[in-house]
């Protein structure tokens, strides 16, 4: 917290400041990270007099303010101040923005002379479909924002038919299967992988996605093009549902990842393909003989006689070649903590 003290060395340097958030270590060190209404952020020492020196760019990004850039109202976009960051680390020379929505990345690169090709499934930006159409040339940065996954019955931002135009069916917000979605980014990041010259990087801005009870993450299902340079979380301020008081134990999602691939290779690709498998752990080998008891036992409510115990276990892959299944139950029953054995019927213990 900050002092009066604290208040009166921070004092000169509150001007246009939009956020002020207190460091303290244990080495009693204490700093004040100041950010400003145009999104620049300096460290004070608390601990001294010198000025205020400028932050550093690192894996952790956030910006309380949005900047000058892009459009507030245009539901799903994010801060320039992001953007202008990227761009300013990795200085590229030539830019490509496939979907960029209210053009906040193209609003970024023209006030910082970069040379940028914005286009969008809109017809405003040229109705570029990304799941169909080519590109034409090749950049050393591709930056693209992803939209959210949107469950149906979800309030989470949908843009053809809503934000501009009519729906159109290849609008990634407009594809409510998961499968199906994973499958159209997958495609749409290949596809500007071929378009990255050899040293170039592609930068994805990506979320996840929740309602009632389900819970998508892009980051964990879409495969990767590229080799990982860097993964940055950013923090997300001013979401839909900052204003929605929830009643149960709900963790709101308030950050994005950003995704650095680099294309260092002019043949060869380094890939990561994610597949996703539904596996029965009575069709399982591996697993030990006392997980399998805790399952028959959760599965029969928490309690079962021995024989139940027998019959589901019968038929397992482990249980084949073992002559002595029987007796095999009962010494795990016995030996084993998580069990209670009262006249052949077994319990789960308490967690307690």
Same mark, same amino acid.
């Given at each position: 917290?900050? +002092?009066?003290?604290?208040?009166?060395?921070?004092?000169?340097?509150?001007?246009?400041?939009? +956020?002020?958030?207190?460091?303290?270590?244990? #080495?009693?060190?204490?700093?004040?990270?100041?950010?400003?209404?145009?999104?620049?952020?300096?460290?004070?020492?608390?601990?001294?007099?010198?000025?205020?020196?400028?932050?550093?760019?690192?894996?952790?990004?956030?910006?309380?303010?949005?900047?000058?850039?892009?459009?507030? *109202?245009?539901? &799903?976009?994010?801060?320039?101040? =992001?953007? !202008?960051? =990227?761009?300013?680390?990795?200085?590229?020379? !030539?830019?490509?923005?496939?979907?960029?929505?209210?053009?906040?990345?193209?609003?970024?690169?023209? /006030?910082?002379?970069?040379?940028?090709?914005?286009?969008?499934?809109?017809?405003?930006?040229?109705?570029?479909?990304?799941?169909?159409?080519?590109?034409?040339? *090749?950049?050393?940065?591709?930056?693209?924002?992803?939209?959210?996954?949107?469950?149906?019955?979800?309030?989470?931002?949908?843009?053809?038919?809503?934000?501009?135009?009519?729906?159109?069916?290849? /609008? =990634?917000?407009?594809?409510?299967?998961?499968?199906?979605?994973?499958?159209?980014?997958?495609?749409?990041?290949?596809?500007?992988?071929?378009?990255?010259?050899?040293?170039?990087?592609?930068?994805?801005?990506?979320?996840?996605?929740?309602?009632?009870?389900?819970?998508? *993450?892009?980051?964990?299902?879409?495969?990767?093009?590229?080799?990982?340079?860097?993964?940055?979380?950013?923090?997300?301020?001013?979401?839909?549902?900052?204003?929605?008081?929830?009643?149960?134990?709900?963790?709101?999602?308030?950050?994005?990842?950003?995704?650095?691939?680099?294309?260092? /290779?002019?043949?060869?690709?380094?890939?990561?393909?994610?597949?996703?498998?539904?596996?029965?752990?009575?069709?399982?080998? &591996?697993?030990?003989?006392?997980?399998?008891?805790? *399952?028959? =036992?959760?599965?029969?409510?928490?309690?079962?006689?021995?024989?139940?115990?027998?019959?589901?276990?019968?038929?397992?892959?482990?249980?084949?070649?073992?002559?002595?299944?029987?007796?095999?139950?009962?010494?795990?029953?016995?030996?084993?903590?998580?069990?209670?054995?009262? #006249?052949?019927?077994?319990?789960?213990?308490?967690?307690?």
């Amino acid at each position: 917290m900050l +002092n009066q003290k604290d208040f009166e060395i921070l004092y000169p340097y509150l001007k246009n400041i939009v +956020n002020i958030e207190i460091k303290e270590y244990p #080495n009693k060190t204490k700093e004040a990270v100041l950010e400003y209404s145009n999104g620049e952020k300096y460290i004070k020492c608390l601990n001294n007099n010198k000025k205020p020196v400028k932050a550093g760019f690192s894996s952790i990004i956030e910006h309380f303010t949005r900047g000058d850039y892009g459009n507030s *109202s245009y539901r &799903g976009n994010c801060s320039g101040l =992001l953007i !202008k960051d =990227l761009y300013q680390y990795f200085g590229p020379q !030539k830019v490509l923005d496939p979907m960029c929505g209210s053009n906040t990345s193209g609003e970024v690169a023209k /006030d910082l002379g970069i040379n940028q090709i914005s286009l969008d499934l809109n017809p405003k930006f040229g109705g570029f479909n990304i799941l169909k159409d080519a590109f034409d040339q *090749s950049f050393d940065l591709i930056f693209c924002h992803f939209p959210y996954f949107v469950f149906k019955g979800s309030k989470m931002p949908v843009y053809s038919g809503v934000m501009w135009g009519n729906p159109n069916p290849y /609008d =990634l917000s407009r594809i409510n299967d998961e499968y199906k979605f994973t499958t159209a980014i997958n495609l749409a990041q290949a596809k500007m992988y071929q378009a990255l010259r050899k040293g170039g990087r592609m930068i994805m801005l990506i979320g996840d996605s929740r309602f009632r009870g389900r819970y998508y *993450s892009m980051f964990k299902s879409m495969n990767f093009y590229g080799d990982i340079e860097n993964i940055l979380i950013k923090r997300q301020y001013n979401c839909v549902s900052n204003n929605i008081a929830y009643s149960n134990k709900f963790l709101p999602i308030e950050h994005e990842y950003v995704v650095v691939l680099r294309k260092n /290779d002019e043949y060869i690709v380094h890939c990561i393909h994610v597949t996703t498998q539904i596996k029965n752990i009575m069709e399982c080998k &591996g697993i030990t003989w006392r997980s399998l008891i805790q *399952s028959i =036992l959760e599965h029969f409510g928490g309690k079962a006689s021995r024989g139940q115990i027998y019959g589901e276990l019968k038929n397992h892959p482990k249980a084949k070649n073992n002559n002595f299944l029987k007796e095999k139950i009962r010494q795990v029953t016995n030996n084993y903590k998580d069990f209670i054995v009262n #006249n052949s019927v077994v319990s789960l213990v308490a967690l307690n």
